[in-house]
C-alpha cells in the first residue's frame, strides 16, 4: 500500500511499522490500522485511556476483523473476531456507526467509490453516524470497521509480488481495495476538504465583492 500511496498520490509514506498499543506513543499516527484477532487480550486501563484520547483528539483506527468471508458461518453469524471487537469498544466511549452513506466524505477523498472491498467483498464498512450526536474531529471519523481483510489484499513481497489471492473478484478488486485504502489514507488526512469544495465558488465569489 505503501508504494501505492507513493506512486498514486502526494503522500509520501513512512514504512508500515507495528505498534505496542500498551506501551508505544500513537499520537503522531494520523491512522492506525488494527486486525481484530480471536484472542485479542484485554487491554489496560491505561492502554484504554490512551486509544480513548486519541480517537477524542482527531486520530483515527481502522478496525479489520477479516471475516466477511466466514462470518456466516459462525454461530449466530457473530465471529470471534466480532465478538472480540465488540468486547474491545465496550471499554471505550465509541459514537454510534452506521453503514457509509452515499454522499460520505470517504466515498469521494480521492477516487469516486460506493463499495469498498478488501481481500474480501461480503463486508460493510461502517463509520461514525452523522447527524446530532457526530463528534468527528474536522469532519473524519475516530473510527472504521471493515471486515474485508483489507492488508491481506494489499501486501506485497520483497520483489513486490502480491502474496494473497483476492476474492471472488480477483485482480480488478485487487485494485479497489487499492482505492479503498487510498481513500481511507486521504481521508484521515485531509479531514472534510472534500466535502468543503463544495462552497469553494460562493466563498470565491463573496470575497470578490
Known amino acids: 500500500m505503501t508504494s501505492v500511496l507513493k506512486q498514486r498520490t502526494a503522500v509520501e509514506p513512512g514504512e508500515p511499522m507495528g505498534i505496542d498499543i500498551e506501551r508505544d506513543e500513537i499520537v503522531f499516527f494520523p491512522l492506525i490500522y488494527w486486525p481484530v484477532l480471536p484472542e485479542t487480550p484485554q487491554l489496560s486501563p491505561a492502554a484504554l485511556a490512551k486509544i480513548d484520547k486519541y480517537m477524542k483528539n482527531g486520530g483515527t483506527i481502522l478496525f479489520d476483523t477479516r471475516d466477511a468471508a466466514t462470518a456466516v458461518f459462525s454461530a449466530g453469524g457473530i465471529s470471534p473476531e466480532t465478538q472480540a471487537l465488540r468486547k474491545l469498544l465496550a471499554n471505550l466511549d465509541i459514537p454510534p456507526i452506521e453503514p457509509v452513506p452515499e454522499n460520505h466524505v470517504l466515498t469521494k477523498s480521492f477516487y469516486l467509490m460506493q463499495a469498498f472491498p478488501g481481500r474480501f467483498n461480503q463486508g460493510q464498512l461502517w463509520v461514525e453516524a452523522q447527524g446530532e450526536h457526530n463528534t468527528t474531529t474536522d469532519g473524519v471519523t475516530s473510527i ?66
Do not use: C
Open 144 to 209: 472504521i470497521i471493515g471486515s474485508n481483510d483489507y492488508a491481506a489484499a494489499w501486501a506485497i513481497d520483497a520483489n513486490g509480488s502480491v502474496l494473497l489471492p483476492v476474492s471472488p473478484g480477483g485482480e480488478d478488486q485487487r485494485e479497489f481495495s487499492y482505492r479503498t485504502g487510498i481513500n481511507i489514507v486521504m481521508y484521515a488526512l485531509t479531514g472534510n476538504y472534500k466535502s468543503d469544495q463544495v462552497h469553494v465558488p460562493a466563498l470565491l465569489e463573496r470575497l470578490g465583492q
